[in-house]
C-alpha cells in the first residue's frame, strides 16, 4: 500500500471517529480539564477531511516521495494531537 492511500484511509478514520465523537457528550477530562467541546471535535473532523480530500488526493495523483512524507509528518501530528486530547477521558463518561 502506498503512503499515500495509507494517510487518506487514516485522515477519513480519524474523521469519522471526530464526527462520532462530536456527538457524544463527553467525559470530565475531555470536556472540563482539556476544553474538548463538540466544535473542537468538528474541527478536527475538517481537518482531516481536508488532508484526505485535498492534500492526499494531490499526492495520489501527482506522485511526489518528498511532499508526500512530510505531508504524511503534518497528519501524524494532527492526529496525534487529536488522539492525545480526549484518550484520557474517553474511561470515564460517567463522571
Known amino acids: 500500500m502506498n503512503w499515500e492511500w495509507a494517510g487518506a484511509?487514516?485522515?477519513?478514520?480519524l474523521g469519522a471517529a471526530?464526527?462520532?465523537r462530536?456527538?457524544?457528550?463527553g467525559g470530565f477530562y475531555e470536556t472540563e480539564v482539556y476544553?474538548?467541546?463538540a466544535s473542537t471535535h468538528r474541527r478536527y473532523a475538517i481537518a482531516a477531511a481536508a488532508f484526505a480530500l485535498a492534500f492526499f488526493a494531490m499526492a495520489i495523483w501527482w506522485p511526489s516521495s518528498a511532499a508526500t512524507i512530510w505531508?504524511?509528518?503534518a497528519f501524524?501530528?494532527?492526529a496525534v494531537f487529536y488522539?492525545?486530547?480526549y484518550l484520557r477521558g474517553a474511561?470515564?463518561?460517567d463522571e
Open 9 to 13: 484511509i487514516a485522515s477519513i478514520l
Open 18 to 20: 471526530a464526527l462520532l
Open 22 to 25: 462530536s456527538r457524544g457528550t
Open 35 to 37: 476544553g474538548m467541546t
Open 71 to 73: 505531508l504524511f509528518a
Open 76 to 78: 501524524v501530528l494532527v
Open 83 to 85: 488522539i492525545t486530547s
Open 91 to 93: 474511561s470515564d463518561d
